[in-house]
């Protein structure tokens, strides 16, 4: 029981609950501000763990420098997904953003790119350049029922230090005339573009921002594990969508404490369902179906919090986006 | 870890080759359950057996193999993309032993002949990936390969075929997705559902149950038209009657999507369910399975069909007026409310048929329908939003696409082709091709 629970527990700070949070405050930008519809935050993430991951594979980069090219390409990507649907209605930046995360998946993961992208293998070991970094003397830390080797700390760290980092700049720029500016344009663009303001380009820089942030989601969740192409589908940015939702799209601290709430719970009901099947107390179960049951979970919780209280835990029901 | 037999073996013995591949995965790998000491004071360590069945490259479903060995007997079905595998909980002292690998002649497919013995012998190695094949004629790669065309078989009319056949129930789908949007406005992204469970009902009649294939699909039919009337009675139009926005609707849908899907995954498993069968046709020269050639001449008929109700019947005037403009609809005496309830129900028939078709021309799985989905969005958008003559032609392109594309990109890359086509269709004319300007807003 420890066990599950130190299991539930350690997901309220691991680093990939850190990358779904960063993850998520992009669209909380993007949605929660700006009121465009991303439904293609995967490809950042997979932009950014791609073309961190290649720079340091491929062409033999330093860590910097892969962070670097990472950055750039997730800037050309806004630009390619916001140059032809900014201008048009919303649901076209949805239908175009998902299409897009799904056709850089379909290239990474073909077995033709192989050489670069590992094909549907993926990449692994490409961190060394970052543990490098590592000043936490080498060794096993251990509280609780928790083991940490020193990369897992530096790991740890440096994910909720990126976190804060953007959830601070979110909150500058969203207090700042700029984030008044985008705020409008939620509210209604009209009025936005009779005050003489390019809304066009203004909706541009928050893609092109929330994007970012979603990039630097994709290095940091790949940093401690490995790229796998299948990880970057429809269903990563739906999960990232249910944390924004939970918390609350119109704040930020709503999207950390969402992907804190989300992975802990589904922790905490995966092992529960699990360990009942495991010792007989649930009968009706296998162990395959614990799987489908915390999926099932996750959308009945979407289809209930967006249902019952849209405006999440933390929102302000009259700051609340939806296009009524 | 993937590796192919030499193509060298020789043009004819290319039909389909069957490729087995041992591989084992050792105690430090991160694929590896953790080793535990086993009452014999072994360590017992997670093995997986695997391989992938292709006809030139292409993966093909449904080919039944058993594999035993020492701790295991098992009877696997090959999934979607051609792969098969089996975890072999099994301890190190058996790392020399044999498995024997066993394929089901009789799934393959018809026009393909099995040379020599079914049975393979694979020996586990600690540190080699053992790989078997297995020969099967006809010669050519046909359809699927786009480096060896066949003389008889034009490689390019058979992707038109297949194309034109794929395109056609993409359109039943897309017209459901584009009368339910046009009418309420919901991008519904649980539509993909009800393309499954209608190729799923199918096999459960036709196959579990032994109905014959014309009743099993008729029942099935039916059982999506209940799910489709049903998830707008009990959950769209009460959130319509709540006033909830479009884009609420339309995340509600995501989570309804999951919510049916893994269902339908915890209740069928995650296998993909063979429902093809039967003979083969040569039409033009070209061999087609019987059963999509069928479908494709139905799927003609109901779309004729829909045209002549959505123009000729007074209900279908209404539901284009209450698509055009509901409050205008309104106003004039027609029930909207009614010709909500009326398009669900012609949506979930036309999704339904489109489940069905689908399932014979690609077997059922738990996600068919969703990796359908987002080509049935790519279709109604590509035509134009709304309207059931754009989501008909938005289909037929796509459907086509996607098969054309093979003959100059890897098949695995076909669905993105169709993908990046519609993006750059609306860089240049966002309202689709048959879609009105004012709609994009």
Same mark, same amino acid.
């Given at each position: 029981m420890d066990l599950i629970l130190g299991n539930a527990i350690s997901w309220l700070f691991q680093p990939i609950t850190a990358a779904y949070a960063l993850a998520a405050i992009g669209i909380a930008l993007h949605f929660g501000f700006t009121g465009l519809l991303n439904f293609g935050q995967a490809v950042f993430m997979a932009v950014g763990a791609y073309g961190f991951s290649i720079s340091v594979k491929f062409f033999g980069l330093g860590f910097w420098p892969a962070v670097g090219v990472a950055v750039i390409a997730s800037i050309a990507m806004a630009f390619?997904?916001?140059?032809?649907?900014?201008?048009?209605?919303?649901?076209?930046l949805a239908i175009v953003t998902i299409a897009a995360a799904e056709v850089f998946r379909f290239i990474v993961s073909t077995t033709s790119a192989q050489p670069v992208t590992g094909g549907p293998q993926g990449l692994n070991q490409y961190s060394e350049g970052f543990y490098a970094m590592n000043p936490i003397p080498v060794g096993h830390y251990k509280f609780w029922v928790w083991d940490f080797k020193q990369d897992d700390l530096f790991a740890i760290a440096v994910s909720w230090l990126v976190v804060t980092f953007f959830a601070v700049l979110l909150a500058i720029l969203i207090r700042s005339p700029w984030g008044r500016v985008i705020k409008g344009i939620r509210e209604d663009e009209d009025a936005v573009r009779s005050l003489g303001k390019n809304v066009y380009s203004y909706k541009m820089q928050s893609l092109v921002v929330g *994007?970012?942030?979603? $990039?630097?989601?994709?290095?940091?969740?790949?940093?401690? $594990?490995?790229?796998?192409?299948?990880?970057? *589908?429809?269903?990563?940015?739906?999960?990232?969508? $249910?944390?924004?939702?939970?918390?609350?799209?119109? $704040?930020?601290?709503?999207?950390?404490? *969402?992907?804190?709430?989300?992975?802990?719970l589904l922790s905490l009901t995966g092992d529960l369902l699990s360990t009942g099947v495991d010792n007989g107390t649930i009968t009706f179960l296998t162990q395959n179906q614990v799987g489908a049951i915390r999926f099932m979970l996750v959308g009945v919780a979407l289809m209930l919090l967006v249902i019952f209280r849209p405006q999440g835990i933390f929102g302000n029901k009259k700051e609340l986006y939806f296009n009524a | 870890m993937n590796q192919s037999i030499p193509r060298s073996v020789g043009r004819k013995w290319l039909g389909i080759v069957a490729l087995l591949f041992a591989f084992l995965i050792g105690g430090s790998t991160a694929f590896a359950a953790t080793p535990t000491p086993s009452p014999t004071g072994d360590v017992a360590t997670t093995f997986i057996l695997g391989g992938k069945i292709t006809d030139c490259g292409v993966g093909i479903p449904g080919i039944k193999i058993s594999v035993t060995g020492p701790g295991t007997t098992a009877n696997l079905v090959t999934d979607k993309?051609?792969?098969?595998?089996?975890q072999t909980p099994t301890t190190t002292r058996y790392l020399k032993d044999k498995f024997t690998v066993t394929l089901d002649?009789?799934?393959?497919?018809? @026009?393909?002949?099995? /040379?020599?013995?079914?049975?393979?012998?694979?020996?586990?190695?600690?540190?080699?990936?053992?790989? &078997?094949?297995?020969?099967?004629?006809?010669? @050519?790669?046909?359809?699927?390969?786009?480096?060896?065309?066949?003389?008889?078989?034009?490689?390019?009319? =058979?992707? #038109?075929?297949?194309?034109?056949?794929?395109?056609?129930?993409?359109?039943?789908?897309? /017209?459901? #997705?584009?009368? /339910? %949007?046009?009418?309420?406005?919901?991008?519904?992204?649980?539509?993909?559902?009800?393309?499954?469970?209608?190729?799923?009902?199918?096999?459960?009649?036709?196959?579990?149950?032994g109905l014959d294939l014309i009743?099993?699909?008729?029942?099935?039919?039916?059982?999506?038209?209940?799910?489709?009337?049903?998830? @707008?009675?009990?959950?769209?139009?009460?959130?319509?009657k709540k006033r909830i926005g479009l884009t609420q609707m339309m995340i509600v849908?995501?989570?309804?999507?999951?919510?049916?899907? %893994?269902?339908?995954?915890?209740?069928?498993?995650? @296998?993909?369910?063979?429902?093809?069968?039967?003979?083969?046709?040569? /039409?033009?020269?070209?061999?087609?399975?019987?059963?999509?050639?069928?479908?494709? &001449? #139905?799927?003609? =008929?109901?779309?004729?069909? %829909?045209?002549?109700?959505?123009?000729?019947?007074?209900?279908?005037?209404?539901?284009?007026?209450v698509s055009d403009n509901p409050s205008l609809a309104a106003s004039t005496g027609i029930d909207v409310e009614r010709i909500?309830? +009326?398009?669900?129900?012609?949506?979930?028939?036309?999704?339904? +048929?489109?489940?069905?078709f689908i399932g014979l021309y690609e077997q059922a799985a738990w996600d068919t329908g969703f990796w359908n989905l987002l080509l049935i969005f790519a279709a109604v958008t590509l035509g134009g939003l709304g309207t059931s003559a754009g989501a008909a032609v938005g289909a037929m392109i796509i459907g086509l696409l996607v098969e054309l594309s093979t003959l100059v990109i890897p098949p695995d890359l076909k669905v993105a082709a169709a993908l990046v086509v519609m993006i750059l269709v609306l860089l240049v004319k966002p309202e689709g091709v048959l879609g009105k300007k004012q709609r994009i807003g």
């Open positions: 390619l997904l916001g140059i032809p649907t900014l201008r048009l209605r919303s649901d076209y *994007g970012l942030m979603g $990039t630097f989601a994709g290095i940091l969740f790949v940093l401690p $594990t490995s790229v796998q192409p299948g990880n970057y *589908g429809t269903t990563l940015t739906f999960y990232i969508w $249910t944390i924004l939702l939970l918390g609350g799209a119109s $704040t930020v601290i709503g999207s950390i404490v *969402g992907a804190m709430i989300f992975w802990s | 993309k051609g792969l098969w595998e089996v002649k009789t799934t393959l497919p018809k @026009d393909r002949v099995l /040379i020599g013995t079914s049975t393979r012998t694979v020996v586990f190695n600690m540190v080699n990936s053992a790989s &078997a094949a297995f020969k099967l004629v006809p010669i @050519d790669c046909g359809s699927t390969s786009p480096n060896q065309p066949k003389a008889a078989e034009n490689p390019i009319v =058979v992707a #038109l075929f297949n194309g034109i056949n794929f395109g056609l129930m993409l359109a039943m789908a897309a /017209i459901g #997705l584009s009368l /339910i %949007y046009g009418t309420t406005g919901l991008s519904n992204f649980a539509h993909g559902e009800m393309v499954t469970i209608g190729a799923l009902s199918t096999w459960v009649f036709n196959r579990v149950l009743p099993a699909a008729l029942l099935a039919i039916l059982i999506v038209t209940a799910f489709g009337y049903a998830q @707008d009675a009990f959950i769209w139009r009460p959130l319509r849908s995501i989570g309804l999507s999951m919510v049916v899907r %893994y269902a339908l995954q915890m209740i069928f498993g995650g @296998d993909t369910k063979v429902l093809t069968q039967g003979e083969t046709w040569s /039409i033009l020269g070209i061999s087609m399975p019987a059963v999509n050639v069928i479908c494709s &001449a #139905l799927s003609v =008929v109901v779309l004729v069909a %829909y045209s002549l109700f959505l123009t000729k019947t007074r209900i279908g005037k209404a539901t284009r007026a909500i309830r +009326i398009v669900w129900i012609i949506a979930a028939v036309l999704t339904g +048929i489109a489940g069905v």
